[in-house]
């Protein structure tokens, strides 16, 4: 039987699975972050920790593996492909790819070979494939270039929005009191002036707070999430019309932990909204398997295996998000 490498590797954890030509998962090894832009020397060791270690647990040895398939966070323009090919190509496998996280993502999230994904957590992301194998990415550079919202945005949201509200420039919010208690504060006074002068940098983890206060019936928190699944579906449209995939039938696989584990109440129908103008055979599906099947699944289909529904159950019995 042969065997297929996936890697997925991110800014917080590396993560790589074999499996054999059947789908049945043969290992899975865990590392720490593979994003080249936190530090280069931390992604090589990381990456090549996970696979050494992957191949341990399987018994596997570097030539047993048919196709490797790295999905790396960062992995965005040619300038990054200079360095991640010496990493990956340190490994020694016959056969290797590089993409984006973003697609392994996408190939993870649906059961054909073409489709968007929008990413929301920390950031954003869009990209697609068409039918064709044509790729596009939309975002996932900031604010400044175009970008809005993922976690760390919506926490500077959120803190911008307990100060409006006490100066008098918005109505009142439930956002407040959530966000003093969080940061342990007993007024926005304090709040205000400690964080000018300590130069405080507001904490990633206020974002749920936004969803706790739309649930709660906040206006401004709701109108904050209607802004980001607006943005996301935006984004989402640019990259279909840039594929011409306006009369495909496809997925739009949602990803990121903003997307999956928030109320989707408050994006999902913003999202789709933006989207249905444009291309009415794309149906929204959130990711619930770990992105790593997707390198797993691109692997495969670069040796020429074509995925069934008893490859697609066996690499699902083990790994839900």
Same mark, same amino acid.
């Given at each position: 039987?042969?065997a297929?490498?996936?890697?997925?590797a991110?800014?917080?954890?590396?993560?790589?699975?074999i499996?054999?030509e059947? @789908?049945?998962?043969?290992a899975?090894?865990?590392a720490?972050?593979?994003?080249?832009q936190?530090? +280069?020397d931390m992604?090589r060791?990381?990456?090549?920790?996970a696979?050494?270690?992957?191949?341990?647990?399987?018994a596997l *040895?570097v030539?047993?593996i048919?196709v490797?398939?790295?999905?790396?966070? /960062?992995?965005?323009?040619?300038a990054d492909?200079r360095?991640?090919?010496?990493?990956v190509?340190?490994?020694?496998?016959?056969?290797?790819?590089?993409?984006c996280?973003t697609?392994?993502?996408l190939?993870?999230g649906t059961?054909r070979?073409?489709g968007?994904?929008?990413?929301?957590g920390?950031g954003?992301?869009c990209a @697609?494939?068409?039918p064709?194998?044509?790729v596009?990415?939309?975002? /996932?550079?900031?604010?400044a270039?175009?970008d809005?919202g993922g /976690?760390?945005e919506l926490a500077?949201e959120?803190?911008?929005?307990?100060i409006?509200?006490?100066e008098?420039?918005t109505?009142p919010?439930l956002?407040?009191?959530?966000v003093?208690?969080?940061? *342990?504060y007993?007024?926005?006074?304090?709040?205000?002036h400690?964080?000018l002068?300590?130069?405080l940098r507001?904490p990633?983890?206020?974002?749920p707070?936004?969803?706790?206060a739309?649930s /709660?019936?906040?206006?401004?928190?709701? *109108?904050?999430l209607?802004?980001q699944g607006?943005?996301l579906g935006?984004s989402a449209?640019?990259?279909?019309?840039?594929l011409?995939m306006?009369?495909?039938?496809f997925?739009?696989?949602?990803a990121?932990? +903003?997307?999956?584990?928030?109320a989707?109440?408050?994006l999902?129908?913003?999202?789709?909204?933006q989207v249905a103008?444009?291309?009415?055979?794309? *149906?929204?599906r959130?990711?619930?398997?770990d992105?790593?099947v997707?390198?797993?699944f691109?692997?495969?289909?670069?040796?020429?295996i074509?995925?069934t529904?008893?490859?697609?159950?066996n690499?699902?019995?083990v790994s839900?998000?």
């Amino acid at each position: 039987m042969k065997a297929y490498l996936g890697v997925d590797a991110g800014g917080t954890k590396t993560k790589a699975m074999i499996t054999d030509e059947a @789908g049945r998962v043969l290992a899975i090894a865990k590392a720490g972050p593979g994003n080249h832009q936190i530090r +280069v020397d931390m992604a090589r060791s990381n990456i090549h920790s996970a696979v050494h270690e992957a191949l341990r647990s399987a018994a596997l *040895q570097v030539k047993d593996i048919a196709v490797a398939w790295f999905g790396l966070a /960062g992995a965005d323009r040619e300038a990054d492909y200079r360095i991640l090919r010496p990493i990956v190509a340190e490994l020694g496998f016959a056969q290797s790819e590089i993409v984006c996280d973003t697609m392994i993502a996408l190939r993870a999230g649906t059961t054909r070979p073409y489709g968007v994904v929008s990413i929301c957590g920390t950031g954003t992301n869009c990209a @697609g494939v068409n039918p064709h194998g044509e790729v596009y990415q939309c975002g /996932g550079f900031g604010y400044a270039y175009g970008d809005f919202g993922g /976690g760390s945005e919506l926490a500077v949201e959120a803190f911008r929005s307990v100060i409006r509200a006490w100066e008098g420039r918005t109505a009142p919010t439930l956002l407040t009191d959530l966000v003093l208690a969080k940061l *342990q504060y007993d007024s926005v006074a304090q709040l205000f002036h400690h964080s000018l002068d300590t130069q405080l940098r507001i904490p990633p983890d206020l974002a749920p707070l936004v969803f706790t206060a739309a649930s /709660g019936g906040d206006a401004i928190a709701r *109108q904050i999430l209607k802004k980001q699944g607006e943005e996301l579906g935006i984004s989402a449209k640019a990259v279909i019309q840039k594929l011409e995939m306006q009369h495909e039938v496809f997925d739009l696989v949602l990803a990121g932990s +903003v997307l999956t584990k928030g109320a989707s109440s408050f994006l999902h129908p913003y999202i789709a909204e933006q989207v249905a103008g444009v291309a009415p055979g794309c *149906q929204l599906r959130i990711l619930d398997v770990d992105p790593v099947v997707g390198a797993v699944f691109l692997a495969m289909e670069k040796d020429g295996i074509s995925l069934t529904d008893a490859i697609y159950a066996n690499i699902a019995q083990v790994s839900h998000v």
